[in-house]
């Protein structure tokens, strides 16, 4: 794997988004992910996983320069992996720790939201899903999930403003379930994925598809037109012309 890191610590495999200075997501991360947690699905040793980034960034979002020159068809054909991937692991049958590293911004937030619980550094780190503030819509699973953490009027804040939160703030809403000090993120983390995968895994996959199926049939319903409202927006002059605005430092 070039862009995922697999590692793996007694029962617990860890994931790590290692693409550039800031984890901007492709289509070969996207596969790439969604193969380690294939892998880590049908292996009877892990019990629980960890998604973080390398470095400051958990991950930037889309790689928004790269995607400049796609057709609308190949867009859209990347725009249903990325969509098949987090729905994917919003039902995963395994607990997903989302260890935001650092920034944690569009299309790696909707990654974040997916997880069973995400634990944020302190600091200068922020999240947020800023798409509306470059132009953009959404996707109708990443709505349905901010829902299922935030409620209605937090998910109405976060996607109207665009606001990049502070990792105070995002606890406040839901967005995130824990923060914790740089110094001790990893021991925390590897913490809360132990008690995790001591549970009882049928139990876990009962009560994880009884919380979260209602919101994964929704998101399937849903999805296939917002992606196709998702990509004429992308594609309008006024979006375009912001988009090209948006630089990756590598």
Same mark, same amino acid.
């Given at each position: 794997m070039e862009f995922v890191k697999f590692t793996k610590e007694n029962s617990i495999a860890v994931l790590t988004l290692n693409r550039g200075k800031v984890n901007a997501i492709n289509e070969d991360v996207v596969e790439e992910l969604k193969d380690c947690l294939e892998g880590v699905e049908k292996n *009877?040793?892990?019990? =629980?996983?960890?998604?973080?980034?390398q470095g400051k960034f958990f991950s930037f979002g889309f790689d928004i320069p790269g995607f400049m020159n796609h057709s609308k068809e190949d867009f859209k054909r990347y725009l249903t992996k990325f969509t098949d991937l987090y729905?994917?692991?919003?039902?995963?049958?395994? *607990?997903?720790?989302? =260890?935001?590293n650092g920034h944690t911004i569009a299309g790696?937030?909707?990654i974040a939201s997916a997880c069973d619980y995400r634990i944020m550094v302190e600091g200068k780190a922020k999240i947020s899903l800023n798409e509306i503030t470059f132009g953009s819509s959404v996707f109708a699973g990443s709505v349905e999930m901010l829902q299922f953490c935030v409620g209605q009027k937090n998910a109405e804040k976060i996607l109207y403003t665009g606001k990049m939160f502070s990792a105070e703030e995002a606890l406040a809403m839901g967005m995130i379930d824990q923060i914790n000090t740089e110094e001790n993120f990893t021991n925390d983390v590897k913490a809360i994925a132990e008690e995790y995968a001591k549970k009882d895994i049928n139990a876990f996959c009962s009560i994880k598809k009884l919380l979260r199926k209602p919101v994964?049939?929704?998101?399937?319903?849903?999805?296939?037109?917002?992606?196709a409202e998702f990509v004429e927006i992308w594609y309008s002059p006024e979006t375009r012309e912001q988009l090209r605005q948006i630089k990756i430092h590598s």
């Amino acid at each position: 794997m070039e862009f995922v890191k697999f590692t793996k610590e007694n029962s617990i495999a860890v994931l790590t988004l290692n693409r550039g200075k800031v984890n901007a997501i492709n289509e070969d991360v996207v596969e790439e992910l969604k193969d380690c947690l294939e892998g880590v699905e049908k292996n *009877p040793n892990v019990r =629980a996983i960890i998604l973080t980034g390398q470095g400051k960034f958990f991950s930037f979002g889309f790689d928004i320069p790269g995607f400049m020159n796609h057709s609308k068809e190949d867009f859209k054909r990347y725009l249903t992996k990325f969509t098949d991937l987090y729905t994917y692991l919003f039902i995963f049958p395994k *607990p997903v720790i989302a =260890a935001l590293n650092g920034h944690t911004i569009a299309g790696g937030c909707m990654i974040a939201s997916a997880c069973d619980y995400r634990i944020m550094v302190e600091g200068k780190a922020k999240i947020s899903l800023n798409e509306i503030t470059f132009g953009s819509s959404v996707f109708a699973g990443s709505v349905e999930m901010l829902q299922f953490c935030v409620g209605q009027k937090n998910a109405e804040k976060i996607l109207y403003t665009g606001k990049m939160f502070s990792a105070e703030e995002a606890l406040a809403m839901g967005m995130i379930d824990q923060i914790n000090t740089e110094e001790n993120f990893t021991n925390d983390v590897k913490a809360i994925a132990e008690e995790y995968a001591k549970k009882d895994i049928n139990a876990f996959c009962s009560i994880k598809k009884l919380l979260r199926k209602p919101v994964h049939d929704e998101m399937i319903k849903r999805e296939k037109k917002s992606i196709a409202e998702f990509v004429e927006i992308w594609y309008s002059p006024e979006t375009r012309e912001q988009l090209r605005q948006i630089k990756i430092h590598s």
